[in-house]
């Protein structure tokens, strides 16, 4: 089992990344630490108390609970965190964070929006993969991570789904339209 | 368009997606079915590869593997032999899928090393991007075994050119440190040469990998730090690192190189501000500072303080009140900027600033800043509020005239909700302040009985009620208790009824005026629904209306002060030998220093204390002397003294000893460490000799073979000397035969062995070796309950002290007997002091002692009078010959 607690020189320092949306329903989350959040109820009920805690304060900024440094920053409707040990320097997170918020916001084109964000999600399930490995930090520079992860940013907006879901919400407004003119 | 009921089907099944897309909140992930997900996945299967159903398919199966869907060995291995057919498709968003899926996979399906040719092909292939994920995956998959197969490509990987393959290798490589150290060691050459990297990650990771591979040489890390404290690091991560691993050091040398903690000072002067805090950081946190060393660290800390990053700001507060522990006087500095965050919007860091400002302030401030906190104490984690109130409970001890501002916000805060570990927090800060302030007395006690009225925890009253019952009584007017105490008993859980029930009869005993009134209450507990209650009652009951004084006082105040485990093995013993002709005889049973009631003390802690590891508290040489058949004659273990030196700790044999005391012997365990790597030991033990001639030494046990680094232990028996003498000094010497061995292997060069000697320290029986430290609860009611036949008094000077607490100190050591009712604090500018001490004697005698020392302000000179009662003349001769 990794070391994130104790050992000071330990690279393990990442307990967590976790996306919440305003709801603090979970969007996307990947846990490192084993010992602090081994099962599926222990990391909900943290998200619930940590969302509660950061839910208030909007901009960027940084707690401690239940032992674990949390670093957050949200937008719109979405809340990124990074959890890590508390023996780990403070900003080394920080600039995990940073590196994670503005990767996602390249990849998103700066539309960082949980309806967005779920469209992209295998190209943010890379992000995260390439910027933690198993508790390592393993990039903080977020060009570079992008580079790494985002292969197809054209491809995303035009899968099948998305254009067949374009087309039916054309038509609904379109129908409303319709249904508003006849009113009048 | 091929038909129109096509499409209205299509578009009802959107619309249901759609309706689900709502309740979810638009995440098409958040309520996915694992069976549905599985069923899928059978479309990896198919030919060709329809890309973008699968990618699709294969994110889904991804994200509920992460989210914690739990997911069975069989459907895994189905879904993992899926993913493989996967890698006949070249899409490069796919196939990374595929690894990460490979990497989730990887626990829970079997089979999975199936992959490794495959990914051993794209980790040497000619797509970087491939082949970066690509080891990370292979590592994660592969065993010791596997891995050597793949050693070269590793080896090629670490230096490669491109930063994330190298990284990526270099990761890898310290999670198998955990499971195969032994190749990861052989790639130290690559490793080294991966630390001149241009790139910061790779610099980081290679010199974090480095350190691990050396971490046990402590000469190569020295040398390590040395070497790259040098030729500066471009990397701050790798900067950073190379701080904690010289701070490492400092820890561990006895004898630390000064060129390292010059290293840690220098930067302080870096560019980044990431290495500035780690290194004032590091530097606060090693031992043993002078105020000089620490002042830049401050300095620098201070600067943090003002940053813009909320993380930097609370990183300096942090480290600013974990300082403000040690040395106060440093932080003292920055209390300017420290209130500038009383108003910070980050509740965190307000907190921090608060209570950093409340160790460090000056008493004028207290009222200010405890109003700056109840403003928002409500707002704050129950973690912070506990840090709020363990800086109250310090300020407390620092300021105790300060107490009548805490107390009601203690009490304040203790009305609000809170966890039950926020709870316990305050109750025990009350507590101690209680006992550390008698003025403070009444006030708590009557926040504590108001607290108890409505009380969730039965842990906390039955803590708050055994502390009514031994503080009350002795206030002025203990009778407007009973009535609290008397409600729990009517209305609370069994466990909090019998408390109360003991508390009461602790008011019984104490206020002989109230016993009557007692007796009352306790007549109508005797009617209970749990027996245990009533058997208290009864018990009670029994004491209070028919016992003499001296029984209700040793059974109903004191309690047991036996240790548990000794009881529990001689009630055993007792049972087995099935001879219930003589009682049970409690004096056999080894005491201990804490009644079997007393609630462990916690410790005001930090926020992230580092847990340390318990030390072994109920007697941890019991089982160890036990399972020597010589000594099970002796009974048991009377008392077992610390351990003390009798070898300078660098010498080339090191000795230490533990005395064991027995009803009518002792023994002395040795325990030897032989530091020569290129000897063998044999036949060791320590020979003792007394220049009087009065101990003896009746037995002794041997080791046998005592080879390098280890550590065994010799024993020798003494007789306590008819003569009657419980004290004395004896010479040690240390005898074995040597035999040289070869210092790599051990194995013995030959066979052939000479004698050797080694003068040991002299071994020294003190009377507190025979005095186990006791505490009475209520001195003057036991002193009392002793009879005067018993008594010897003496007066003498003291040379060798200077002050009154000192000899204090002293004389408890000297008689081995613990102080009482916290006696042995003594007020500042008092010329004269009693000491209230006590202890039982081998063999289960009570011993009491009042100690009264004077200083003369002429000369300075100390006098001591001590008063020495026992229930035995003897006992009393013998413990007032150790001061005399």
Redesign the interface.
Known sequence: M?DFD?N??S?YSIKGIVIL?Q?G??????YYDRNTFG??KE?KAFEK?LFS?TSR?T?????????VTC?YRSNVDLYFYVLGS??E???????TLTCLYDAVSVVLRKNVE??AL?DA??TV??II?EIC??G??????AQ?VVQ??A??SDEVSF??QSV??LG?SFIESANKQFKWSLLK | MSGAPKTKGAQSSRMKTNKKDEESGGNVYAHLDKTSVLQECRAFNETPINIKKCTHSLTKLIYIIQQGEPIGRTEATEAFFGVTKLWQSKDVNLRRMIYLAVKELAEVSDDVIIVTSSLTKDMTGREDLYRAAAIRALCKITDTGMLQTIERYMKQAIVDRNSAISSSAIASSIHLMRKSSEVVRRWANEVQEAVSSDNHMVQYHSLALLYQIRANDRLAVNKLVQKFSKNALRSPYAVCYLIRIATRCLVDDDQPDSSVFTFIESCLRHKSEMVVYEAARAIVSLPQTTPSEIQPAITALQMCCTSPKAAVRFAAVRTLNKVAMAHPNAVMSCNVDLEKFITDSNRSIATLAITTLLKTGAESSVERLMQQISGFVNEISDEFKIVVVDAIRSLCSRYPRKHTVMMPFLAKMLRNDGSYDYKKAIVETIIAIIEENPDAKVAGLAHLCEFIEDCEHDNLSTRVLHLLGREAPKTPNPSSYIRFIYNRVILESTKVRAAAVTALAKFGAQCSDLRPSIQVLLKRCLLDSDDEVRDRATFYLKMLTEASESLIHNFILDGLQVSPSGLELKILDYLRSQTYSSPFDLRTVPVTQQALSQPEKRVPQLVEEEEKPKAPKVEPYAAQLAAIPQFAALGPVFKSSARIALTESIAEYTVHMIKHTFANAMVLQFECKNTMNDQLLLDVSVELEDPDGEWETKDTIIIEKLPYGEVHSAYSLLEFPDSGAIAGSLGAILKFKVMDVDPTSGEPDSDDTYDQTYVLEEVDVNVSDSVQSVAKTAFASAWEALGDDATREETFQLSTVENIPDAVKKVSEILGLVPCERSDRVPEGKTQHTVYLSGVFRGGYDVLSKATVAIDPSDNSIAMNIIIKSNEPLVSDLVISAVV
């Open positions: 990794a104790t000071p020189t690279l949306d709801d329903n979970r969007v996307v989350a990947k099962t599926v990391q108390s805690k304060n901009s960027a900024d940084i707690v401690l609970l239940d032992g670093l508390t023996r320097n403070e900003l080394f997170l920080d600039a949980k309806k779920v999600m295998d399930m890379l993969d490995d198993e390592i930090i393993m990039e903080t520079d570079a790494r992860s292969l197809k899968s099948d067949s879901q039916f």
